[in-house]
């Protein structure tokens, strides 16, 4: 157990709705990042928040966005979703204490499938 | 180009043998770190091991070693005494840079998926 947690595990949606993914980080971690898993374009970086702030934005389109909230939880939106948004999305954290040894640990991810 | 490459699409180890799963990385970024993450048919991903950039000895986790050669830039994974419970996907991951202000995500190969043969 990495001591992060995802919600839901697994998500059944239509094309066009829209869905919340939560991801609560490691207790004393301050970095949230979200990554795309799909069968086509592999491992991807969406976007990293840093206490509250966004830090860096990857690959990630406009149709989604993110936030991390005060008690540093983060919640990824999706929405108008596309038949190719099906895919595993993870949440990792790190305690960003500034050193290079410095380590994501990732939760179990939310498989989302849209029909 | 590529940041991570991993060659090997699938490998296949006889039970208590030892395997080597091949990354190579391309930076030009002098500080860098190298991540192995295992991912079960479950789907999480487990952290491995861990190699910085200016480590001078390569880093070991139990089962786990991991062989750097920072002039060829590889940083090779090499599990002893393979177990059935270690069939799984693994990938090679890097994060370039060590300020704190930076980006510190990390760029993943395509993996390898690694069955142990009883």
């Known amino acids: 157990d990495s001591g992060v947690t995802q919600t839901p595990k697994h998500l059944i949606t239509a094309t066009g709705q829209r869905v919340t993914l939560r991801c609560s980080p490691r207790?004393?971690?301050?970095?949230v990042y979200w990554y795309q898993q799909s069968l086509d374009q592999g491992l991807q970086f969406l976007i990293q928040?840093?206490?509250?702030?966004?830090?860096a934005k990857g690959n990630i389109l406009e149709r989604f966005s993110a936030q991390q909230f005060p008690d540093l939880h983060s919640e990824l939106n999706l929405s108008s979703l596309e038949l190719g948004d099906s895919a595993l999305y993870f949440c990792?954290?790190?305690?960003?204490?500034?050193?290079?040894?410095?380590?994501?640990?990732f939760g179990p991810g939310t498989r989302l499938t849209v029909l | 180009a590529q940041k991570i490459t991993q060659t090997q699409p699938g490998m296949f180890v006889q039970e208590k043998e030892a395997v080597t799963l091949d990354c190579t990385y391309d930076?030009?970024?002098?500080?860098?770190?190298l991540f192995w993450y295992k991912q079960p048919s479950s789907g999480e991903m487990i952290f491995l091991i861990y190699?910085?950039?200016?480590?001078?000895q390569n880093a070991t986790e139990g089962r786990y070693s991991l062989n750097f050669q920072k002039a060829r830039k590889s940083a090779n994974l090499v599990i002893s005494a393979s177990q059935l419970g270690d069939s799984a996907m693994y990938f090679c991951?890097?994060?370039?840079?060590?300020?704190?202000?930076?980006?510190?995500?990390?760029?993943f190969g395509s993996g390898t998926q690694l069955t142990v043969l009883p």
């Open positions: 990792a954290s790190s305690a960003e204490v500034g050193l290079s040894t410095d380590t994501q640990y």
């Open positions: 207790s004393g971690d301050l970095s």
């Open positions: 928040y840093y206490n509250g702030e966004e830090r």
């Open positions: 930076t030009s970024d002098p500080s860098y770190g």
């Open positions: 190699q910085g950039s200016y480590d001078q």
């Open positions: 991951a890097m994060r370039e840079g060590s300020d704190s202000g930076s980006a510190r995500q990390l760029t």
